[in-house]
Nanobody, 121 residues
């Protein structure tokens, strides 16, 4: 069984930084694209950043220049470095990955449990 486990959320003041981590575990054959989404109260879940297995990263316009997504394939982990945080970045952040399990015939989408990020003074 494949799982995504996130860590690194919390409370931070405006202008501060946080680093989110998401580790994939279980019987994994291969990991393709990985990304971070967020959902604020009363709003739809939105894509924050995406990193393919190879190629260019993509960011939401609202976080360009402030957030950086990266991955460590040896650790099956994706990171989101968030700098210059703003109150409007407050949301539950979810990790997402397209993973082919060792015993699965095709890749499937997996989601983490979510981690709360609160930006407030």
């Amino acid at each position: 069984q494949v799982q995504l486990v996130e860590s690194g959320g919390g409370l931070v003041q405006p202008g501060g930084s946080l680093r989110l981590s998401c580790a994939a575990s279980g019987s994994i054959f291969d990991i393709y694209g990985m990304g971070w989404y967020r959902q604020a109260p009363g709003k739809q879940r939105e894509l924050v950043a995406f990193i393919p297995s190879s190629g260019n990263t993509n960011y939401a316009d609202s976080v360009k220049g402030r957030f950086t997504i990266s991955r460590d394939n040896a650790k099956n982990t994706v990171y989101l470095q968030m700098n210059s945080l703003r109150p409007e970045d407050t949301a539950v952040y979810y990790c997402n990955a397209l993973i082919r399990g060792r015993y699965e015939p095709r890749p499937l989408q997996y989601w983490g449990q979510g981690t709360q990020v609160t930006v407030s003074s």
